[in-house]
């Protein structure tokens, strides 16, 4: 059935270093890949996402790749900081469905260390 | 504040009764979704509306589940006979996507359900 993986569940960095989140997908025809960062007793907030038609995006120390031939897709944060701190999910767009129709990886809690 | 708004935040209810959650998405968007996330799991979609036309639910919504959005504005999800299964965080999204690509989900804070 339709499945989004991700990889490592939990993640512990030291302040300045790179983390990185892997996920992969099952449906070919996935076509929108949304990362979203959860804190603490709030809801997702998007901090990046990618569409299929292209194959790598930046947006300040964020950055995600996806190899659509693969079926996988990472999220790189650099220069980490403490407030980077908090639950990241992937996500990949439902076949058939919406674009907010998205199947969720179950999370990686990430910790940066000061 | 403008962004999408829970009510009840939490509510503690009894096996068997009936519970109804709100949601006002952000002004003028016309998509907008219910999911639900448990403890240490990704948000899983169970229902979204366009305007007030509800066009997708999830194969695992049960019978038991109902959600309306009148005039398409905020959206009503209601539980009958609830079980100890349905505790968990309930999570609304708007969004302003047209045909096609569609946008940016924007999620409320959630409504905790406690079944006991």
């Known amino acids: 059935g339709e499945n989004v993986e991700q990889h490592p569940s939990t993640l512990s960095v030291q302040e300045g270093d790179s983390a990185v989140i892997k996920c992969t997908y099952s449906?070919?025809?996935?076509?929108?890949f949304p990362w979203y960062k959860q804190e603490l007793g709030k809801g997702p907030q998007l901090i990046i996402d990618?569409?299929?038609?292209?194959g790598e995006k930046k947006d300040q120390r964020i950055a995600v790749t996806l190899n659509k031939t693969a079926k996988h897709f990472s999220l790189h944060i650099t220069e980490t900081q403490p407030e980077d701190s908090a639950v990241y999910f992937c996500a990949a767009s439902r076949r058939g469905g919406s674009q907010g129709n998205l199947i969720f990886g179950k999370g990686t809690k990430l910790s940066v260390k000061p | 504040d403008t962004g999408v708004s829970q009510d009840p935040r939490h509510k503690i209810t009894k096996r068997g009764q009936n519970v109804t959650f709100r949601c006002d998405p952000i002004s003028e968007h016309n998509r907008l979704y219910w999911y639900r996330q448990t403890l240490g799991q990704g948000p899983e979609f169970l229902t979204y509306f366009q305007n007030e036309a509800q066009l997708e639910k999830s194969r695992l919504l049960s019978d038991r589940f109902s959600a309306e959005r009148p005039k398409g504005s905020f959206s009503t999800l209601e539980i009958q006979r609830t079980e100890q299964g349905d505790s968990a965080m309930y999570l609304c999204?708007?969004?302003?996507?047209?045909?096609?690509?569609?946008?940016?989900?924007?999620f409320g804070e959630g409504s905790r359900l406690t079944v006991l």
């Open positions: 990618i569409r299929s038609n292209v």
């Open positions: 449906d070919s025809a996935s076509n929108y």
């Open positions: 999204a708007s969004s302003a996507g047209s045909t096609g690509a569609g946008g940016e989900l924007f």
